[in-house]
């Protein structure tokens, strides 16, 4: 069965540091992957889309990894910040276009 | 540019009592999307309406889940009877097409508690 797996235990990292969160799936064939930041008692909010055949994009301090062969996608926030700290959520576009979401990982940046 | 407008934000209800959520897209939005989060997990697909025709309800509870968009803007998703594991958030979220390629953007939820 198709999964998408993210890790479900909160990354605890220091202002400044580069936080890096990992999605990996199984059984999908994916043409996008997407990133999205989710604060509590909100809705998700898009902040990253890379295709497959892109190996990486970056927006300002964020950067997206994509590697097809491992299944995986690395998303980095460099120069990490409190304001950062947040869930971060993948997401696939499966069959149907039906875009399927990861549980997401929680990222606490402290001072 | 407005965002999808949501409401109720929040209700208490007692279970096998309904629920309507109701939903406004993004102006000009053809794809409308309702998902279901419950806490701690990612956002669950329940449908997604392409205009006013349904393209994928695969992941609806059809026998007490229901959802329409008349006229291909608004849309409401109803629950009866409602059961204690349905609380959760419903979010509603909208985009341009169904393309695979294409951003979503959701609304602030509607917090639904079954007690």
């Known amino acids: 069965s198709q999964k998408i797996e993210q890790n479900s235990e909160a990354l605890n990292i220091q202002e400044g540091k580069t936080a890096t969160l990992t999605c990996n799936y199984t059984?999908?064939?994916?043409?996008?992957l997407q990133w999205y930041r989710q604060d509590p008692g909100r809705g998700p909010v898009f902040l990253l889309l890379?295709?497959?055949?892109?190996k990486e994009k970056r927006k300002e301090r964020l950067k997206v990894t994509f590697d097809t062969t491992l299944k995986q996608s690395l998303f980095h926030i460099t120069a990490s910040q409190p304001a950062d700290s947040a869930t971060y959520l993948c997401?696939?576009?499966?069959?149907?276009?039906?875009?399927?979401f990861g549980t997401g990982t929680r990222l606490q940046v402290t001072l | 540019e407005a965002g999808v407008a949501q409401s109720p934000r929040y209700k208490i209800i007692e279970k096998r009592q309904s629920v309507a959520f109701w939903c406004n897209p993004i102006?000009?939005?053809?794809?409308l999307y309702w998902y279901q989060q419950i806490l701690g997990q990612g956002p669950k697909l329940l449908i997604q309406?392409?205009?006013?025709?349904?393209?994928?309800d695969s992941q609806l509870p059809k026998d007490r889940f229901s959802a329409e968009r008349l006229k291909g803007v608004d849309s409401t998703l109803k629950i009866q009877p409602a059961k204690l594991e349905d609380s959760a958030v419903y979010l509603c979220?909208?985009?341009?097409?169904?393309?695979?390629?294409?951003?979503?953007?959701f609304g602030e939820g509607s917090w639904l508690t079954v007690v």
């Open positions: 979220a909208s985009s341009t097409s169904t393309g695979s390629g294409n951003t979503i953007y």
């Open positions: 059984n999908y064939s994916p043409a996008y």
């Open positions: 890379i295709r497959e055949n892109e």
């Open positions: 997401a696939l576009t499966g069959t149907a276009s039906k875009l399927t």
């Open positions: 102006s000009g939005h053809a794809t």
């Open positions: 309406f392409q205009n006013n025709g349904v393209v994928d």
